[in-house]
């Protein structure tokens, strides 16, 4: 029933999706938001310039944010452009045009040693790995790194990493702006005052609701027509919003049918489903 | 970590508004023979790409690091071959992003 309006709607693109930073700017997070570095959605993979990471705020050594996004994994194409081979390390520095990082990745299989086998001065590597700050000195603690083959992955991942300095600037900060529908705001303002034992993160906004279920909802959801066991009738909701009935029967139809709502004790009276 | 030096992303109309500066760039080769050859930007613009390239024969698409030494020249430092297939288009898209409103992600 709650599982249709996680894939409904514009967002739902950004929703679940697995690869995009998305997964720590979904609406819903903003309920978590203060205990977002220990959330693991937070924890994302941000594909990111030497130049970003150079500007990066760092409460201590291994704890940044950039764009308001927690930095955890890294990655970084570039070229590598020095390289020390040592027993159980292999150090290197890639240049991806906007400034030189290092990188250091710990040997400690025959796999990792495969790993960097065909990695030479002037060879384009994509490398992944955890950004690390010692002693103000910025470098990458790599656990993969592999030789790129198709040179589109260079302007590829240019053009990621402004897309998503994008988003978590500009599409991130959308549903706490006015340019979103009314209907989402006021139903997260709502779902905040909600019981807390309702999982909120399945009501999102903008998903499978408008500006009317919210206020269908908003009115159900005031506590003398909560305690009302067998429901709220629709003539009330009708008499209460100041709305038409057949408006309040879209509305009401629209509701259920995304499973915020259900009928009662007949097809006259409805609970929300949210506050259930 | 060092970002004193970077190669900016340019094509054949942004070359002449970093000349003297490092830049990157990737061309088409059209033609060449010793000490410089001759290649189409991302934009359609023919450059001159002065040096040495590398004994291993040129692919179509290569990338060049250097100094712009004119507005339609560049003194190359570094040759990468780019292969013989490469989204000119895109490229040509991304430097005009990382020259403009995305500027700050680059330099």
């Known amino acids: 029933m709650y599982g249709g309006s996680e894939f409904d709607g514009g967002a739902a693109a950004f929703m679940g999706g697995g690869f995009m930073p998305s997964q720590a700017t979904q609406p819903h997070d903003s309920f978590a938001s203060s205990s977002a570095s220990k959330n693991r959605d937070s924890k994302v993979l941000l594909p990111l310039t030497v130049k970003q990471m150079s500007e990066l705020a760092n409460t201590d050594e291994s704890n940044f944010t950039v764009d308001g996004v927690v930095v955890n994994t890294v990655v970084v194409v570039g070229r590598v452009c020095r390289k020390e081979d040592k027993l159980n390390e292999f150090t290197f520095l890639v240049d991806d045009g906007t400034g030189v990082i290092g990188c250091c990745k710990w040997i400690q299989e025959p796999l990792d040693n495969e790993e960097i086998g065909g990695i030479s001065i002037g060879t384009y590597v994509r490398v992944h790995g955890h950004l690390r700050s010692l002693q103000g000195r910025r470098f990458i603690n790599v656990f993969s790194i592999r030789p790129v083959t198709d040179f589109n992955e260079v302007a590829s991942h240019l053009i990621e990493c402004i897309y998503v300095h994008f988003y978590n600037t500009k599409m991130k900060g959308a549903p706490l702006t006015n340019s979103i529908p009314p209907s989402s705001n006021n139903f997260s303002r709502g779902l905040q005052s909600a019981p807390l034992n309702q999982p909120a993160a399945a009501f999102q906004g903008g998903d499978g609701i408008n500006d009317l279920g919210c206020k269908i909802l908003d009115l159900l959801k005031q506590p003398q027509y909560l305690s009302i066991e067998e429901g709220v009738h629709q003539e009330t909701i009708a008499l209460q919003l100041n709305l038409p009935m057949h408006i309040i029967r879209e509305g009401i139809d629209t509701l259920i049918d995304n499973g915020f709502m259900y009928s009662s004790i007949d097809e006259f009276h409805f609970k929300s489903a949210v506050n259930a | ?107």
């Open chain 2, 1 to 107: 970590m060092d970002t004193s030096n970077p190669a900016i992303l340019v094509n054949g109309n942004l070359l002449p508004t970093h000349v003297r500066k490092r830049v990157r760039t990737v061309i088409q080769v059209m033609n060449s023979d010793r000490g410089s050859v001759i290649g189409k930007s991302t934009d359609d613009q023919q450059l001159v790409i002065k040096g040495s390239p590398p004994s291993t024969p040129l692919t179509r698409f290569v990338e060049v690091i250097g100094i712009a030494d004119s507005d339609k020249s560049i003194q190359a430092e570094i040759w990468t071959n780019f292969g013989d297939n490469f989204d000119a288009s895109s490229f040509n898209q991304l430097c005009q992003l990382a020259n403009g409103e995305y500027q700050h992600l680059f330099l």
